[in-house]
């Protein structure tokens, strides 16, 4: 059973999973694998669905095939379990079962076709999985907070090179959220304003920073970017919440999406890759009044960011949170608005 | 220039450096070089003196050689300058320039002899420089926090193989400290106790996660561990400076370094790793009151903590900083306790 743990000294919440352990020697640096299966043994490869957990969902294809499936994951990080746990057993320590899910979804039936690759039909029905996953999930009263986020490339943590996503939820808000939610819910108090809503705006005033805008989207280098090329996708009209997306802006995020990884494709050379979805975080049941929750958080914005894993990360950053990044954002911004893009 | 940043909904500092920049195809996954340089070519060997910046400090050997060298970084994060250039002109956003400075402490003339291949009473020189220099960065008015920090190893992010570590001084004290003196400060004030000073006595009581225990320090993993094998040496004796630490001390550091660094590449097979040095901000002079400094934080214990890079971080960590870590810290102790470490 995956445990959740949280010390007095972070205030951080961390995950331990030890049905994921390995022996001290399987660390060995000489020991590291390649994590590119062959194509003929690939468990996301059709034809090799019962390699994989019992499926969650698909969208059927033709003939009975899929076009998208989502699986449980098979070491996952969380599990269903029927109690929390909340102890304070460990005195000065808090500790918890870590109940929740962990799922993946498998993007697209070709083994080696990334969203820059896949027709935007298909990334718009990676979307719409999105979604649907998402609410779903969201429906629980143990989790408080969905996690979605895709891995590309070994360097970036992906253990399969087949196109997938994950999703996990947890029964806690991630400390680095509740600080986000808390910033956010502070500026809204003074200002009357969204704060996700100005920086935005400023940075559509100033454009030194914008690699593209759309009718619904903006996609920008963060003024403090902590990596080369580390990119946001907002949302143009306040949403706290990404669920609610409509048909019309799924497509949209759709067409962003390949068009920002296409542009990172071409001008880095396929780098490994890391996408999060910044989304607000459960509602919580309101107790003794069915069906009545409590306020979602309204002054939240829900983004994309995509980070991408060029630069190894060293020392002090671990230790202070002090990143040293030496491409400048607006370089970065410039290089990726001036690749050539193909029309879809 | 390097450049200070603060983005208003993260509130963390970010280096940018363009004086370490690259172009984009430098970044290509293909190009990535090696870090080990023949030491016949090597800038921190013996003879070969003159290929780094003017020296700033050493601990002279025999006949004019040297044990310690303290020499500038040739690409430093940050710089100095004659003004801080504090500036709303961002709007939103906070900048300054990136006052401050960068060293590097060559830590023997032996290219490839590590901490726990040397003799005692060389580690105990470099525990001195580290005391001397950051003795001296601490005096410094524009310098809020002084870092010092060690990585071993490529994936570590060490450029150069020669044993050395980076002492980086900013005029900003970075988020993740800041969260943690408040922490420090908010337990002292409910309890009039120092936080980790409690820690460290629930870890003694309970000493499944101890690895070593001396006199002077303790050698543990931390309950809420992010990374497999992740350890922290405290003092034993409450003390929120590391600077004002005693002969006797060092010479138990040095000891206890050695000590826990061996386990690590005993057990591990040489892995990569940080070090970092976690201690008090430097003191502020008070204004219009000279001599006069504003109360030390005593309620802060400096540590060191050692993160072996041996699991790559994957994507959501870096956006919530949830993590998962697969190998119970319990575990992780009592396979380093096990480790059979040769008496000096």
Known sequence: MPELRRGPITERWVIIAPERAKRPSDYRTEDKKENSRPPSNCPFCPGKEEMTPPEIYRIPGEDGSWRVRVVPNKFPAMQDY?????????????????????????????HDKEIPDLPVEQVKLIVDTYVVRLQ?????DWYRYVLLFKN???QAGASLAHPHSQIIAT??????????????????????RCLFCDVMLMELKSGERIIEATDDFVAFTPYDSRFPFELVIYPRKHAHEFTQICEEQRWELARILKRTLFRLKHLLGDPPYNIVLHNSPNPIPRPGKPGYWTTLQYDYHWRMAIIPRLTLVAGFEWGTGLYINPMPPEDAARYLREVEVPED
């Open 82 to 110: 029927p109690e929390l746990g909340r102890t304070a057993v460990d005195g000065i320590y808090d500790r918890m079962n870590g109940v929740g899910t962990h799922e993946v979804v498998i993007e697209t039936p070709s």
């Open 136 to 140: 779903e999930l969201m429906k629980n």
């Open 152 to 154: 590309h490339g070994k």
């Open 171 to 192: 029964p806690v808000v991630p400390r680095r959220v509740r600080d986000r939610l808390q910033t956010a819910r502070e500026y809204y108090e003074r200002k009357e």
